[in-house]
């Protein structure tokens, strides 16, 4: 599999904008800048890659579905709490077939959705502010980076955490602040 670069952050439900999915970005395998067809397709199928391996973090049991049990444990294994209750709202209002589970339509459906919402700036200031090494900083270091990725169960080495950080660190100054952030996200 490529190696994860940073994640981007979206919120989970309109009841809950507290609330953040971590979504990896691969790395792509070419810079090819063609808009062909084949390109696209390509493009489509990487994100909907995308989409089901951040899928699998939260079901845990592999059953193709998320229950309200594991959507709590994965936002309880990235400090966000909530009770059975919340998360069993959350289900609810998410799940189309009647079943309370979310399975994967509905999951990416959510995700698609959330992708083009007017929300965007304010969850990638959200999804800044997780990464960053102490809050209000305004920037991620390669150990604060290392630090999330671990938490979200990508456990990267040092070294490799400041090879993903000097992709964008456009000024040189080994860290990311929210623009160089921000235009990584963008691209």
């Known amino acids: 599999m490529e190696s994860i670069r940073l994640s981007k952050s979206f919120s989970f439900s309109s009841h809950y904008k ?19 067809s084949p390109n696209i397709s390509r493009r489509n199928s990487s994100r909907e890659d995308e989409f089901r391996e951040v899928f699998r973090h939260f079901d845990t049991d592999n059953d193709g579905k998320i229950s309200a049990f594991e959507l709590r444990a994965y936002f309880g294994s990235i400090g966000e709490h909530m009770s059975h209750e919340d998360a069993q709202e959350i289900v609810d209002e998410l799940d189309t077939d009647g079943d309370s589970f979310i399975d994967f339509e509905d999951f990416k459906k959510m995700l698609v959705q959330k992708e083009g919402s007017s929300e965007d700036d304010e969850s990638l200031k959200s999804a800044f502010e997780m990464y960053e090494l102490e809050k209000g900083c305004g920037r991620i270091t390669p150990k604060s980076l290392q630090r999330v990725l671990s938490r979200l169960g990508d456990s990267k080495s040092y070294d490799e955490c400041v090879t993903m950080i000097q992709v964008y660190d456009t000024d040189g100054n080994g860290e990311l602040d929210y623009h160089e952030f921000r235009q990584m996200m963008m691209a």
């Open 18 to 36: 507290n609330l953040r999915i971590i979504l990896p970005r691969l790395k792509s395998k070419s810079s090819n800048s063609s808009q062909s």
